[in-house]
């Protein structure tokens, strides 16, 4: 083959990917969320800032799927110092007309500073919807990634991302 066609091949090729951009994945939707109560933290007591934390709260849905459902959450993860492991949490949506309910599967947290104070922490894992009936159906079996950041205090947004994943839950 002419090196001036292959060139030309690899350089169109190279354009094409550039243009399309890399493949993201389909936003599942958007809660903004508010901490109910206060959040507790057990000290595990075998060194300094090993502990269990818990955190109870609400969110609205914003943006995709999930607009205009109201979301009860909670979850219960383990940190050592400014990073943490989740060990268990989920909630149940409700939306005009549907019901779902979702679990945590994995996760991992770290410690957000502002002007040298914690102003919350970043998050991010997978979950599933265990359950999903009525206008929320579409994510009955859905794993989903999900991320979470600080807006404020007691305040935070979760943005949930398609995994490419369904399982087979219970009908």
Avoid at 61 to 76: I, W
Wanted: hydrophobic share 35%.
């Amino acid at each position: 083959m002419d090196k001036r066609i292959m060139i030309t091949a690899v350089c169109s090729t190279l354009g094409l990917i550039s243009a399309s951009g890399f493949a993201r994945a389909e936003a599942v939707g958007r809660y903004e969320c508010s901490v109910v109560g206060a959040v507790s933290q057990e000290p595990i007591g075998d060194k300094e800032g090993h502990r269990i934390t818990g955190v109870q709260y609400s969110c609205s849905g914003m943006e995709g799927l999930v607009k205009g459902a109201v979301y009860s959450g909670s979850s219960t993860s383990e940190w050592d110092g400014s990073q943490g492991v989740y060990l268990s949490g989920g909630g149940t949506v409700r939306a005009a007309g549907g019901l779902a309910v979702t679990q945590i599967t994995e996760g991992k947290g770290s410690a957000v500073m502002k002007d040298g104070k914690p102003a919350g922490s970043e998050s991010s894992g997978k979950a599933l919807f265990k359950f999903a009936s009525g206008t929320l159906a579409v994510l009955s079996g859905k794993m989903v990634r999900w991320e979470t950041k600080p807006m404020g205090f007691g305040l935070f947004s979760i943005e949930l991302t398609d995994d490419s994943e369904t399982v087979a839950v219970r009908k």
